[in-house]
Structure formats: C-alpha cells, structure tokens
Antibody, heavy 121, light 106 residues
Framework: QLQLQESGPGLVKSSETLSLTCTVS??????????WGWIRQPPGKGLEWIGN???????YYNPSLKSRVTMSVDTSKNQFSLKLSSVTAADTALYYC?????????????WGQGTLVNVSS | SYELTQPPSVSVSPGQTASITCSGD??????ACWYQQKPGQSPVLVIY???KRPSGIPERFSGSNSGNTATLTISGTQAMDEADYYC?????????FGGGTKLTVL
C-alpha cells in the first residue's frame, strides 16, 4: 500500500523559507506513471494546489506562488521536497503531499496525513 | 486565472439525493474531480474524469460535467457522507480547486 509522509519544521519565522519533504513508501517515485504534488489548506479554509513534480525533475507551479516555490525530487531516497521562500502569516497552513496519475483527468489518489506549518512574526 | 465556484453549503435529509455543483468557464471542456474531506482527515478522491469512481468508493457517488458546471451527486445520502467536498480541475498543467462545499445531512 502506497504511503506518503510529510516532514519538516512546524514553525517558520516570517520572511524565512519553509522547507518540507515527502517520503514515499510502498512504491517508487521514479515511475513514469505519476506526478507528485503539494497542496495546502489554511486553518478552516479550502484546498490550494501548490505544484507538481515529475520524477525527471520537471515542475509545474501555481502561478500565484511561482515566484516563491521550488520543488525537487530525490529518487535515491524516494522523496520529493517543497521550498517556499519569504513566508508570511498567510502561508500558515496544513501542507499535504499527494500522488497524481499522469493520465488526463486524474486527481490526487493518495495523500499524506498533512503537516501543519505555522509562520510566526 | 481560472476559478471554480462551489456553493458554501448544501443540506440533505438522510436517504435523499444531494447535488453539489462546481462552476467554471467552459468547465465541460475539462475533466473534473471531486474530493471528500471529513474533519481532521486528508481529502479522499471520490470522482475522477468527471464520472469515474476510484476503487472502494460507493456507487451512490456519481458525477457529471457539461457546459460550465460539474455536479457531484450522492444518491441515498447517509450520515457518513457529511463532509466537505471539493471539486478540482486542470487548466493546462495548473491545478485549481473549488472553494469547497459543506454537506450537512440532517
């Protein structure tokens, strides 16, 4: 059974860089069949897509966050990562990693449990 | 930027049919997905490619998409279906979520 697990600091200071890692187990991140994504959810609010990465390193970012987002993949560790720079209180959220099949029309079929990141001033 | 609009809340009586809409410009020309999220849990994909159900999703969940509106329909709604529901589509390679709809079963 595929499992995704987010990890990283739960508290980040304003203006600094948020860094999270998603560790994939029960399957290979190097498969050509999948994209790996990050989605966030501010407390009490809705879901926001942050971006996707392919095992080759090809990335797709939310235009509203593109200037601050960097995603990377480490196939040797079966992990992918998110960096979000210049954070503010508005970036406080539950951050999820998830898998999406590359076929058109597919959604995120496996999700991590999420990790809460608070941005402090 | 592309936007998807959902009603904030929908109420339904147990055993009745619930319909949750998701509106977007020419949404019918894209594929829509739907997620269910219960309090304290990660979202669960319940519909992909407009009307396909992942393995393990009950048959009472169905979807449609035409024109500017995608619809998630829950037939014979059960108390366990009370949750937040989010639609999602792809504008090219960019993912977009609707704002979410809270389904109340009462």
């Amino acid at each position: 059974q595929l499992q995704l697990q987010e990890s990283g600091p739960g508290l980040v200071k304003s203006s600094e860089t948020l860094s999270l890692t998603c560790t994939v187990s029960g399957g290979s991140i190097s498969s050509s069949l999948y994209y790996w994504g990050w989605i966030r959810q501010p407390p009490g609010k809705g879901l926001e897509w942050i971006g996707n990465i392919y095992y080759s390193g090809t990335t797709y970012y939310n235009p509203s966050l593109k200037s601050r987002v960097t995603m990377s993949v480490d196939t040797s560790k079966n992990q992918f990562s998110l960096k979000l720079s210049s954070v503010t209180a508005a970036d406080t959220a539950l951050y999820y990693c998830a898998r999406r099949v590359t076929t058109s029309g597919m959604g995120f079929d496996y999700w991590g449990q999420g990790t809460l990141v608070n941005v402090s001033s | 930027s592309y936007e998807l609009t959902q009603p904030p809340s929908v109420s339904v009586s147990p055993g009745q049919t619930a319909s949750i809409t998701c509106s977007g410009d020419n949404l019918g020309n894209k594929y829509a997905c739907w997620y269910q999220q219960k309090p304290g849990q990660s979202p669960v994909l319940v519909i992909y490619k407009d009307n396909k159900r992942p393995s393990g999703i009950p048959e009472r969940f169905s979807g449609s998409n035409s024109g500017n509106t995608a619809t998630l329909t829950i037939s014979g709604t059960q108390a366990m279906d009370e949750a937040d529901y989010y639609c999602q589509a792809w504008e090219g390679s960019t993912g977009v979520f609707g704002g979410g709809t809270k389904l109340t079963v009462l």
